[in-house]
């Protein structure tokens, strides 16, 4: 099992979760972040960090996609390993917001630390 990062990051990258991760597991795209499956030890610690609720375990039913994308950014994405001040100014706005990754996703890369 690892956790994944779903589409309810996009566009709120709140970064909570980079700062409780005991392994650094996490990369930061232009408006979300991955967690890189391989490097993930399954602690959970970060789910109950996200403020939009975009970490999942991935034994959860549907989330394929989503383990595809984590693997695939962390390999091309910067690592980041502290809470950054990048949160978009929108973020609360977009807590919730459906269908995001058809509407805003970008594979630009982020900064990284």
């Known amino acids: ?3 994944v ?3 309810a990051c996009i566009r709120c990258k709140y970064m909570d979760c980079v700062e409780v991760c ?3 597991c996490f990369y930061e795209g232009e408006n979300m972040l991955v967690i890189n499956p391989s490097e993930c ?3 959970g610690v970060c789910e ?3 403020p939009a609720e975009a970490i999942l375990p991935d034994t959860e039913s549907n989330l394929e996609q989503w383990l595809e994308l984590n693997t695939t950014f962390s390999a091309q994405w ?5 809470k950054l001040d990048q949160t978009p ?8 917001v459906e269908n995001k990754y058809e509407q805003f996703f970008s594979a630009e890369p982020g900064k990284g630390d």
Do not use: F, L, S
Request: aromatic letters at 4%; hydrophobic letters at 30%.
């Open 22 to 24: 005991p392994v650094d």
């Open 41 to 43: 030890i399954d602690c």
């Open 48 to 50: 109950p960090e996200c």
């Open 89 to 96: 100014p929108d973020a609360d706005a977009m807590k919730g």
């Open 1 to 3: 099992m690892t956790y």
């Open 5 to 7: 990062v779903t589409d």
């Open 78 to 82: 910067p690592n980041v390993t502290r």
